[in-house]
Each structure stands twice: as structure tokens, then as C-alpha cells.
């Protein structure tokens, strides 16, 4: 009972929300068209839902970022993410990214990014850049520093590079603009080409308009099967800390 109890932390909000859910969808807020054209840095805004292309969200997050430090400092601006629920405002989870020199590139040997994700006033995880060569690499732990999982793309010839083809052929319209971070069991050795994965964050294709005149992402999250709530909110956290270092602004990635 005790290992139940220290499993299943966060707020109330929290549980309920994702106690029984084995997957959700998180959508980034469009930004407008004028702003793009302008060159502005807005702030990231996300919008949760449990089923795909549901209109009600369940929850909603706006980034507390400094405004110089996304225009001058992207992909690697610090800020800090409330979570909450979209009836009660009630707190889920809080991401915080501290700055860190340096954003991700071919290979990574220091300046790791990292993200921690708490809820009310206890720590759900972490989430950290590992040391890589061409395949970006992240070990989450839990509270207690353990590490559980390890976040990394699909891989091709032998785990030497970031297989662009695993979700899909990306000259067609169902594989178009798709990518992904696949999740391993952190005592896993084989995580190249296509060894098993326990769970995924999917980055989905954008329509014409969106991808012509906003930068706005979607992503699926599939949990891995038993996941505790800590480890769901850890992920659900790392969705939109990868989207800030990857996704967000390719062109200055």
C-alpha cells in the first residue's frame, strides 16, 4: 500500500484527469498570421484533450517566459508551464526549464537541456538530455533521480541516424511532416530501427494553412501500459519541452 500511495502523487486534478487514460492529445495554439509576418515571439500556449478531435479541452497551459528570451534565446529560453484544468483552474502539473547554454545539435557532449515536472508541491520527474552522436537522446527520471525511461527518434542503419521514414513515407499525405520520439524501458539495450517501443510522442502532419501561416504543432502522447500519474504528467511535460527545442522553430534549430 505504501508503494501505491508514494506511486500515485500529484494533485487531485491530476489523478483524475489521467489515472485511467492511456493516451491524449495536446494541441499548440495557433499564432496569428500578422505576428508570424512580424517576427514576433508569442507565448506558447497548449490545449489538452483526452479523445482525438474533440472540440472540449480538459486542460490548457500558457508558457511564463520572458518575452527577450524567446526572441533571442529560442530553442533554448528558460520558462515555466502551469498546467491546469479548464473548468476549475485548478493546478495538474508544472513544467520548468532552466536555462541551459547550448541547444541540441548533431552530437551533445555537455550543456544537457533538462525539465522538471511537480504537482501542488511534489516533484513528478525529470526529464534530461543524455550525451548523443546524430540520435537526440532523454533519460526520464522519477523523484528520487531514478531513471526509468529514455525518450529518443526511430533509427536507421544500425542507430546511426534519425530514421525520417518510420511514421511514414514523408512524400505522402499520411507521412507528411510526421516524426516522433519513441519511449524505451530504460534497462532496454536494443533501441535501434525497429526494436520495440513502449510508448510514443507523435508529432502530427499540419494542414496547408497551418504550416503556411503559423508555427502551432499537435501531438499524440501514448502512454507506456502501467504507467503510474507521475510518469504520464513526466511525459506529457516532455511533449511540449521537446516541442520548444525541436519542433517549435525549425529554422533556427
Not at 508551464?81 to 541547444?103: M, Q
Amino acid at each position: 500500500m505504501m508503494e501505491s500511495n508514494k506511486m500515485d502523487r500529484g494533485t487531485d486534478a491530476l489523478k483524475t484527469h489521467l489515472a485511467d487514460r492511456e493516451k491524449i492529445h495536446i494541441r499548440q495554439t495557433k499564432r496569428g498570421w500578422f505576428q508570424e509576418c512580424l517576427g514576433c515571439e508569442a507565448k506558447n500556449e497548449f490545449k489538452y484533450f483526452k479523445e482525438e478531435g474533440e472540440t472540449e479541452m480538459f486542460a490548457h497551459s500558457l508558457d511564463e517566459a520572458d518575452f527577450c528570451c524567446r526572441l533571442c534565446c529560442a530553442p533554448i529560453y528558460p520558462y515555466k508551464t502551469p498546467v491546469k484544468e479548464t473548468t476549475t483552474e485548478a493546478e495538474l502539473y508544472t513544467v520548468d526549464r532552466p536555462f541551459v547554454f547550448c541547444a541540441a545539435g548533431p552530437c551533445k557532449c555537455c550543456c544537457y537541456q533538462e525539465m522538471t515536472v511537480t504537482s501542488g508541491s511534489e516533484t513528478m520527474g525529470t526529464v534530461k538530455e543524455d550525451c548523443y552522436y546524430c540520435v537526440p537522446s532523454f533519460t526520464a527520471s522519477d523523484e528520487n533521480g531514478q531513471p526509468y525511461w529514455v525518450f529518443r527518434p526511430p533509427t536507421c542503419l544500425g542507430g546511426l541516424c534519425v530514421n525520417c521514414c518510420a511514421e511514414g513515407n514523408p512524400c505522402t499525405k499520411q507521412g507528411c511532416c510526421r516524426a516522433s520520439f519513441r519511449v524505451y524501458p530504460v534497462t532496454q539495450q536494443d533501441r535501434n530501427g525497429d526494436a520495440p517501443y513502449i510508448g510514443q510522442i507523435l508529432i502530427k502532419p499540419k494542414s496547408f494553412s497551418t504550416a503556411v501561416l503559423t508555427d502551432a504543432n499537435a501531438f499524440d502522447v501514448t502512454f507506456p501500459e502501467g504507467s503510474s500519474t507521475s510518469q504520464k504528467a513526466t511525459m506529457m511535460g516532455a511533449t511540449t519541452f521537446f516541442n520548444s527545442i525541436f519542433f517549435e522553430s525549425n529554422e533556427q534549430n
